[in-house]
């Protein structure tokens, strides 16, 4: 890399943490300040960088259009599937990744579980609004009003005795979800199997996919799967800083 490239990257890096001045970006540079204003000239001149009314520079508005389609450029399931593939790698436990298309929420990816007893999924299937992990903390980040418009228009298919059977129940779990932070299907949509899922981010903070543990209850009681919440939510964290989310 040149030296003027590498110069230039190190004061873009300094003013992404904060608006600076001449004289500041030049008290930490290794070259004299006359070079440290013609490289902040050429990134003006290309609107990398932009003076604010204190006269500091900051980042200019071409940094903000390239960051914002680089992100655009970064599908989802791409971004997460090494991810989901080093949580299933690391329970053994299937893993689903999914995300709201429409009116519904669909599973877009799939890792199986690698114990003998497994759950019957395909990639492309629904989730079931009402008793499903996935969609309960996609729909828990969406607006209230929202939130009630889909909860009232649901046919409360009850699948299992755990199912949530009425709008005032799925409300109010999903304001549960929204303060603690994850979702459960606890044998809500199949008797013998229980999720836990949690929250993927984009660079807004908005929840834009949500990825699960789900497995049989033979092989975990719901205290064991509670205790797989730290590394799911490790590994959905992960996926959502690469889609450009800052906690």
Request: charged letters at 25%; proline letters at 4%.
């Amino acid at each position: 890399m040149s030296q003027s490239l590498a110069r230039a990257l190190g004061l873009l890096s300094r003013l992404a943490e904060q608006p600076a001045t001449l004289d500041g970006l030049a008290a930490g540079a290794e070259v004299h300040k006359t070079t440290v204003m013609r490289l902040l000239q050429t990134l003006e001149a290309e609107h990398f960088v932009a003076r604010n009314g204190a006269g500091e520079f900051m980042l200019g508005r071409k940094f903000f259009e390239l960051s914002s389609m680089a992100l655009e450029q970064r599908n989802i399931r791409d971004v997460a599937r090494p991810h989901l593939a080093r949580l299933n790698e690391a329970t053994g436990h299937t893993v689903h990744l999914a995300q709201l298309e429409g009116k519904e929420v669909v599973y877009i990816d799939k890792f199986e579980s690698r114990h003998p007893v497994r759950m019957y999924s395909r990639i492309g299937l629904t989730a079931a609004l009402h008793s499903a992990a996935v969609a309960k903390v996609i729909l828990a980040d969406m607006p209230a009003a929202e939130r009630e418009r889909i909860a009232a228009g649901l046919d409360y298919v009850r699948m299992t005795e755990n199912t949530l059977a009425t709008p005032a129940e799925l409300l109010d779990e999903l304001e549960q979800v929204r303060r603690q932070g994850w979702a459960q299907d606890k044998s809500e949509h199949e008797a013998f199997v229980h999720c836990i899922a949690t929250p993927i981010r984009d660079a807004s903070g908005r929840v834009v996919a949500a990825a699960s543990f789900s497995v049989p209850v033979v092989l975990l009681a719901y205290e064991e799967l509670l205790a797989l919440l730290p590394t799911l939510t490790a590994g959905t964290n992960a996926i959502s800083r690469d889609l450009g989310w800052q906690p």
